[in-house]
């Protein structure tokens, strides 16, 4: 059975609304542990737009599962990683004028400077994965890095806008997956997944893990909507 990571970023784009520090990351990590996550996913961006240096010290003595950290191949991002020692780095790509990824990491272009990163990382006993899209290529060059997961992004097929387009999609991912796993790696899938494109996967018994955010943090504001609208009623009637 795949387990689950939950991606805690939006509550930070929804802090970072404000100048104060609600709603914090760190509770929402917390509620979705005690609810069953098997580990919590966290982007800290070069520009720290949303998660902060804070929300993942606080994390990393806070984290009961795993904390997993996601971050760009840079020097500063790796001292960081060093410090704060997380269960697992997932290099992504990052552009700081983007405010969600739009794809995986291109290896063929980027590979030895990532490699390097790789290497650096898991000689201080940090396993690093790589987000990567659904080719053969990028996975095939992924093995080569001596990474130990990589996370297939999934975006193409959540947004694919017609049927033959999504079932195309679909299997390209498909092969990724199974190649990925083929080649002994850890393998994830995320990136756009929600409560109805994630039924597609069932059967899929080479994805360990599901790496989800935005859709959950979205479905908990609306479950959520009616007590906290209760609670604040409540505090106006005692007035």
Same mark, same amino acid.
Request: proline share 3%; net charge neutral; aromatic share 2%.
């Given at each position: 059975?795949?387990?689950?990571?939950?991606?805690?970023?939006?509550?930070?784009?929804?802090?970072?609304?404000?100048?104060?520090?609600?709603?914090?990351?760190?509770?929402?990590?917390?509620?979705?542990?005690?609810?069953?996550?098997?580990?919590?996913?966290?982007?800290?961006?070069?520009?720290?737009?949303?998660?902060?240096?804070?929300? $993942?010290?606080? +994390?990393?003595?806070?984290?009961?599962?795993?904390?997993? %950290?996601?971050?760009? =191949?840079?020097?500063? !991002? &790796?001292?960081?990683?060093?410090?704060?020692?997380?269960?697992?780095?997932?290099?992504?790509?990052?552009?700081?004028?983007?405010?969600?990824?739009?794809?995986?990491?291109?290896?063929?272009?980027?590979?030895?400077?990532?490699?390097?990163?790789?290497?650096?990382?898991?000689?201080?006993?940090?396993? $690093?994965?790589? +987000?990567?899209?659904?080719?053969?290529?990028?996975?095939? %060059?992924?093995?080569? =890095?001596?990474?130990? !997961? &990589?996370?297939?992004?999934?975006?193409?097929?959540?947004?694919?806008?017609?049927?033959?387009?999504?079932?195309?999609?679909?299997?390209?991912?498909?092969?990724?997956?199974?190649?990925?796993?083929?080649?002994?790696?850890?393998?994830?899938?995320?990136?756009?997944?929600?409560?109805?494109?994630?039924?597609?996967?069932?059967?899929?018994?080479?994805?360990?893990?599901?790496?989800?955010?935005?859709?959950?943090?979205?479905?908990?504001?609306?479950?959520?909507?009616?007590?906290?609208?209760?609670?604040?009623?409540?505090?106006?009637?005692?007035?």
């Amino acid at each position: 059975m795949a387990g689950l990571a939950v991606k805690v970023d939006h509550v930070a784009t929804l802090r970072a609304v404000r100048t104060n520090q609600i709603p914090d990351p760190v509770a929402v990590a917390v509620l979705a542990e005690l609810a069953g996550a098997d580990g919590i996913i966290v982007h800290l961006r070069q520009d720290r737009q949303h998660i902060q240096d804070r929300d $993942v010290r606080i +994390l990393r003595s806070v984290v009961q599962s795993k904390l997993i %950290l996601e971050m760009a =191949s840079t020097t500063e !991002m &790796v001292g960081v990683a060093l410090d704060i020692k997380p269960d697992l780095v997932t290099l992504v790509p990052e552009r700081r004028e983007e405010f969600n990824d739009e794809g995986g990491l291109d290896l063929i272009v980027h590979g030895g400077d990532i490699t390097e990163t790789i290497a650096t990382l898991q000689n201080s006993g940090i396993p $690093v994965g790589l +987000l990567i899209d659904p080719e053969p290529d990028q996975v095939k %060059l992924a093995h080569k =890095s001596n990474a130990t !997961m &990589v996370e297939i992004h999934t975006r193409s097929y959540c947004e694919a806008k017609t049927p033959r387009k999504r079932h195309q999609a679909f299997l390209k991912l498909v092969d990724a997956i199974k190649l990925a796993h083929k080649l002994k790696f850890n393998v994830k899938a995320g990136r756009g997944l929600c409560y109805k494109s994630i039924k597609a996967f069932k059967g899929i018994s080479e994805i360990d893990e599901f790496s989800i955010g935005h859709s959950i943090i979205s479905r908990a504001v609306l479950t959520g909507m009616k007590a906290a609208v209760e609670e604040m009623l409540l505090l106006i009637r005692a007035l």
